[in-house]
């Protein structure tokens, strides 16, 4: 009989728990009291308010967007990590899917403060046990301005933005990612860096990948993907970190079109270093992607 009622619960037990936006947001505010403790124990200035005003955005974003911001938090932990004397961890890719889940992203917030914790351990910091609270209503925007707050904040905590080098290394990643895409389409690729401009701005790079950006929501609308409306990510006077975070957008919005390609084991390549790279690195290189998606006319379903 005990092995009859074992049998009859075991598949409950394998039922997975469905993961909602209210559920990342709770890990997310997690996260953002784990940085904000570390801002209070080493005694730097923290303006919420300020990072606030600057990073909340009014929009509809998808989980695919909240994904790729808490992958820059991983990126700004590793310079945490890095600038205390410890070992880097790679930030995870993922493979594309052409609709991205709350749990996936919830994955992320397990690995931030996975992190986190490793690091407060090897630094002996004894850390309060902070209350996970319970939402309501919660989005995916919800989730993507509490990571743009958090790494804001992990700006305050290593005394410095992504430099143009690391907003570079990922503008990289959306060339490797295109190279491959014009690969499994058979499309020649005899596209050239455009010529550099020298005096190059952050808003000259942003101008670029607002452009690029329109060239990948055309493209997704062409086979049914549904688009994001990012005019709210189009500063006046970017910053390099809001760069660093549109070339984000852009490969979080590559990975649903490999995905429909058939691309689905394709991860985008990880982030190289590199060093001493200024924005009209960046906008030259931004101007040749923009060349190369510009050769996509049409996508095939694999």
Do not use: C
Request: avoid cysteine.
């Amino acid at each position: 009989m005990k092995k009859i009622v074992l049998i009859f619960l075991l598949p409950f037990a394998l039922l997975a728990k469905t993961i909602t936006p209210n559920d990342v947001y709770a890990q997310s505010i997690l996260i953002e009291k784990h940085i904000h403790f570390l801002l209070k124990l080493y005694g730097l200035k923290h303006h919420h308010a300020d990072i606030i005003k600057r990073t909340e955005l009014h929009t509809k974003l998808k989980p695919r967007n909240a994904w790729q911001k808490s992958y820059e938090i991983m990126v700004k932990v590793n310079m945490l990590r890095a600038s205390h004397n410890l070992s880097r961890i790679e930030p995870v890719g993922m493979e594309p899917v052409e609709q991205l889940n709350p749990d996936m992203v919830y994955g992320q917030t397990q690995r931030i403060l996975a992190e986190l914790e490793i690091y407060e351990v090897r630094k002996g910091i004894e850390v309060p046990k902070f209350q996970l609270n319970v939402y309501k209503n919660k989005t995916p925007l919800d989730v993507y301005n509490t990571f743009a707050r958090v790494s804001a904040a992990l700006d305050e905590l290593n005394g410095a933005e992504l430099s143009p080098s690391y907003v570079f290394a990922e503008t990289m990643r959306i060339y490797d990612d295109l190279t491959i895409v014009l690969k499994h389409l058979h499309i020649k690729d005899d596209t050239i860096p455009s010529v550099r401009l020298q005096k190059a701005t952050p808003k000259d790079s942003l101008i670029v990948s607002m452009a690029l950006l329109e060239k990948l929501q055309k493209l997704q609308r062409s086979v049914g993907i549904k688009t994001v409306n990012f005019s709210s990510f189009n500063k006046v006077n970017p910053r390099p970190s809001d760069v660093y975070s549109i070339t984000g957008m852009i490969i979080a919005e590559l990975q649903p079109i490999k995905a429909y390609m058939g691309l689905t084991t394709s991860v985008t390549p990880p982030a190289k270093k590199y060093f001493e790279k200024v924005p009209a690195d960046i906008e030259q290189l931004m101007n040749w992607n923009l060349r190369k998606i510009s050769l996509v006319k049409n996508l095939d379903r694999k």
